[in-house]
């Protein structure tokens, strides 16, 4: 099986290559051939990267440990669904992970557009196939996930016992669907470049990739933050490590291009930037890729250091300079009859909407390399946490909070003062009497009051949208006003999932200022049957319990929580050593309400004195509608992912 | 003042906007106490978390390090002595927060400086476009407005009215 694992990457190599210059060659000749052998190249590569993934969960799960991957990321008794995640717990196994997610989007991309747009598609399938050659050569030459040992261990090392959770095991494969799903988009855009097709054609044939790829990263990045909030043991969800960072940066970059692109699509206004937005989205994808790899940065998510960071700098590099040198190539014909009417328009504040994700991007990326960037200006590593990145990018956010509330209440081309009266008039009483509120109620700080009344502003924003929009429909067919709501959103998803996405980010902003601001913690050291107060709550410690499970050592405290004379429910917190691991992790306890979750961290313990533990103990409002925030912007998404049933009736929808 | 005069001071005025940001993000939170302000600047160095604030991280390392905060945070010594303490104890990463002189003071104002100068350069377009947009209204406007006077004769008329009148049939 190892060699077939090995034979298997060499061959998707071979056949990548293979593809990449049939499909230029049969783009310059105009061969029709040589591109639709480039097509099955695609198809080949595609079935042999997988082939080769699902060798290596094979390995995997047969508990193979001459092989140096499965030994260092498996052991016996490692549950099943870990054994598979183990997957891409180390540094061969996640580059297989891009790989074949790669494979996956290429294949599909070339299957749906095997009869459409005939002068993109041989560029697109050359971009593919040499990203997938790119990963495919680290794995065959640097990091090899079938390399042998010399010797067969009895059982192996395991996966990181912090990736054994839930959440992990569903938030890489989430996060690289996202990160690899801009391979496609950046295909297209460099295809557009190329064959000089730059027409809006490649922007249609891209509006569903980039919003998958959009999807899944949301998803991962929210993942990652749940993962990080009940597996890391401190009380929060983001800690601004650059791996974090790495996630969210093209996240928001690409979100910049979700707006920018429908001021192209209207008026065949910004091409330029748009062009750029794609290729640096597809660039801060790679960075993230080389941040973990590299060992440039300290982080806790990072893989082990390694001499992939140079190929991913070369590639980086190489990618960047073809690109821009296309965009430069091309500027005489990108350049577009730029024309706004009206300083008051949607288009004007779109494009403040996009300078507010760019700067916060810039923000975030500035303080992830500055320690780098310091140590090569005057040798001295300036170390840039937490404290930095609230500073600065708080205001940021609250500016974009505002602008996802006043853009939809400006008109395309032109608004009049008596249409912006009109349309801010119920927002912006909203927002004032939140603030007043606030003030009142003395909730926080400035910050807090204006995060919470622009919050109040972009839902009123919404719900007048819905109203005014489901009002008229009514008006005109005769619906009833819940049906002509429902069916203003089928006749333009993209619009009102936007909103419904607008209305998860408000929900977010919501769980991250109550968070944020009034979360509140407790260290008590308890006997069993002493009790702790935490705002409101009295918490119980009843025991301490030292067991093992699957070969894992826990050690568990149980406390029961009242609220008032009554019980109401029990916590569990515990600490687990896992073999051969040098430090034991943490599993919190976690009760989780709408106002509030109660988190009870296991600090520290003493068996000989009569089962005697220290807990941490943290009162965060509002978490939970962080959680729900994400699920409303996912189900956002997928609005503006249903297909248009005429368009695809009429067998011209674009994917 | 003509708008390329306007933008240019309005370009400066934002630039001294975002250095002054940024010099007031970068400068310290003197409303808390020395303790909680320096225990949100420290990072936890453990080696586990990714640099944490050691009064938000939660860790045994932390909390020990909260310990000897609070022993040197008595009084006695200025925030820079007690990061001086910390850096040497155990390693000048320890500070979390880049000091507000200096290179880490850049740290501070690029983001502001971007911001500021980048909404400016943002006004700036817009109000191009539109005055491109408004030239281009006002050409055709005035192409609409000039009907060509030509001289016609009797003759020449009749023709023309003939022909229009063939058109319409």
Known sequence: ?655 | MNSQAFFIVAGIFAAVIGLGGGWWAAQPHNDLSQYDRLGAEIGCQCGTCPKRPIATCGCAFADGMLGELAELTDGSRSDAEVMETFAVRYDPSVRIKPAADGLGLLAWIAPMLMLTVGAVGVGALLTRWIAMQQADEALADSDSAVVPAIDLDDDALAIVERELADLDT
């Not at chain 1, 971009?127 to 059982?155: E, G, K, R, W």
């Not at chain 1, 597809?282 to 806790?300: E, K, P, Q, W």
């Not at chain 1, 006003?481 to 980010?505: D, E, P, Q, S």
């Open chain 1, 1 to 655: 099986m190892v060699l077939l694992g090995q034979t298997l990457l060499v061959a998707a190599f071979t056949a990548s290559i293979y593809g990449v210059a049939a499909a230029m060659l049969g783009a310059r000749r105009q061969q029709a051939g040589l591109v639709a052998s480039a097509r099955n190249a695609v198809y080949v590569t595609g079935a042999l990267v997988f082939g080769a993934t699902g060798t290596l969960i094979y390995l995997l799960l047969t508990d193979r440990f001459d092989v140096q991957y499965v030994a260092q990321n498996s052991r016996l008794e490692q549950p099943l669904p870990y054994k598979i995640s183990a997957l891409w717990g180390g540094m061969a196994g996640s580059l297989m992970l891009w790989a074949v997610v790669l494979a996956g989007y290429m294949v599909v991309a070339a299957w749906i557009n095997r009869d459409r747009h005939p002068e993109l598609m041989p560029w697109v399938h050359a971009v593919c196939l040499s990203t997938v050659a790119f990963f495919v050569s680290l794995m065959i030459f640097s990091a090899n996930p079938f390399q042998v040992l010399p010797f067969t261990p009895l059982d192996g090392q395991g996966m990181n016992p912090l990736l054994q959770n839930p959440a992990m095991a569903s938030h890489p494969p989430t996060l690289y669907l996202g990160y690899v799903g801009f391979t496609i988009p950046f295909a297209f855009a460099l295809a557009a470049l190329i064959s000089g097709k730059l027409d809006t054609s490649w922007l249609h044939a891209i509006r569903r990739w980039t919003i998958v790829a959009w999807f899944f990263l949301s998803v991962g990045i929210t993942l990652g933050a749940q993962w990080a909030y009940v597996e890391l043991g401190w009380g929060g969800y983001w800690g601004w490590d650059p791996v974090e960072n790495a996630s969210f940066m093209p996240w928001l970059v690409a979100t910049a291009y979700l707006h920018s692109v429908m001021m192209e699509e209207k008026k065949g206004m910004l091409r330029v930037w748009n062009m750029l937005m794609i290729i640096a989205t597809f660039g801060l994808c790679i960075f993230g890729t080389f941040l973990t790899r590299s060992g440039i940065v300290s982080s806790v998510h990072a893989f082990a250091t390694s001499n992939l960071g140079a190929f991913f700098a070369a590639y980086l590099a190489v990618v960047l300079a073809l690109s821009l040198g296309l965009v430069a190539w091309r500027l005489p014909q990108l350049r577009s009859a730029s024309r706004l009417e009206s300083v008051l328009s949607r288009e004007s504040s779109f494009l403040f909407n996009n300078l507010v994700l760019v700067v916060a991007c810039f923000a975030v990326l500035w303080g992830t390399m500055f320690p780098v960037i310091s140590e090569a200006v005057n040798g001295v590593k300036i170390t840039v946490g937490p404290p930095f990145f609230n500073r600065v990018n708080i205001p940021i956010f609250l500016a974009l909070l505002a602008l996802t509330g006043i853009g939809p209440l400006i008109a395309w081309r032109r608004a009049s003062l008596p249409s912006l009266r009109r349309a801010f008039v119920w927002p912006t009483g909203t927002f004032l009497a939140t603030l007043i509120a606030c003030v009142v109620l003395d909730l926080g700080g400035p910050y807090t009051w204006i995060s919470l009344a622009l919050s109040a502003f972009v839902t009123a924003t919404v719900i007048q949208e819905f109203w005014r929009g489901g009002r008229a429909r009514a008006a005109s067919s005769g619906e009833g006003l819940a049906l002509a709501m429902l069916n203003l959103t089928r006749r333009n998803k993209r619009r009102y999932g936007g909103y419904v996405i607008h209305v998860g980010i408000v929900l977010m902003a919501v769980g991250i200022t109550g968070s944020g601001v009034f979360q509140t913690d407790v260290e008590a050291t308890l006997r069993p049957g002493e009790t702790v107060d935490v705002a409101g709550y009295r918490l119980q410690f009843e025991e301490l319990d030292i067991f093992a499970v699957d070969g894992v050592d826990v050690v568990s405290a149980s406390l029961v929580a009242f609220d008032g004379p009554r019980a109401r429910f029990r916590m569990v917190p515990q600490r687990h050593f896992h073999p051969r691991q040098d430090n034991p992790t943490t599993e919190v306890a976690i009760w989780s309400g709408m106002r509030h979750d109660l988190y009870v961290v296991l600090a520290g313990w003493n068996n000989d004195e009569g089962g005697m533990a220290t807990f941490k103990l943290y009162l965060n409002p509002l978490v939970k509608w962080i959680w729900i925030g994400g699920f409303v912007l996912m189900f956002g998404t997928l609005i503006c992912l249903v297909p248009d049933r005429s368009l695809s009736d009429s067998g011209t929808a674009n994917y």
